[in-house]
Nanobody
Framework: QVQLVESGGGLVQAGGSLRLSCAASGRPFSNYVLGWFRQPPGKEREFVATITRSGYVTHYADSVKGRFTISRDNAKSTVYLQMNTLEPEDTAVYYC?????????????????WGQGIQVTVSS
């Protein structure tokens, strides 16, 4: 079992920045591919970013590429999502997730463990 807890969300004006953190406990953190997903109001959950176990490879949704950066600190068992130049369309509940079955994946069905989610609201 892996427990994931997100922090760092909140309300920010358009053009601003936030950094989300997701702290993990349980099994060795470095065993897991980590991802960030989000669910905008009234919409389905969507992929945001993912990072390999080593942290050397990352993938991003086109909508956040160039604005968001995913990173991880295996020593601290934490994954981060730096979000810059935020837009109202980024308003959503953000979730971190972990999986151990693939090298890297954007498919939420591959992820075994999920955090409880954290609200990010971007005002115009």
């Amino acid at each position: 079992q892996v427990q994931l807890v997100e922090s760092g969300g909140g309300l920010v004006q358009a053009g601003g920045s936030l950094r989300l953190s997701c702290a993990a406990s349980g099994r060795p953190f470095s065993n897991y591919v980590l991802g960030w997903f989000r669910q905008p109001p009234g919409k389905e959950r969507e992929f945001v970013a993912t990072i390999t176990r080593s942290g050397y490879v990352t993938h991003y949704a086109d909508s956040v590429k160039g604005r968001f950066t995913i990173s991880r600190d295996n020593a601290k068992s934490t994954v981060y999502l730096q979000m810059n130049t935020l837009e109202p369309e980024d308003t959503a509940v953000y979730y971190c997730a972990a999986e151990s079955s693939t090298p890297i994946t954007q498919d939420p069905n591959e992820y075994d463990y999920w955090g409880q989610g954290i609200q990010v609201t971007v005002s115009s």
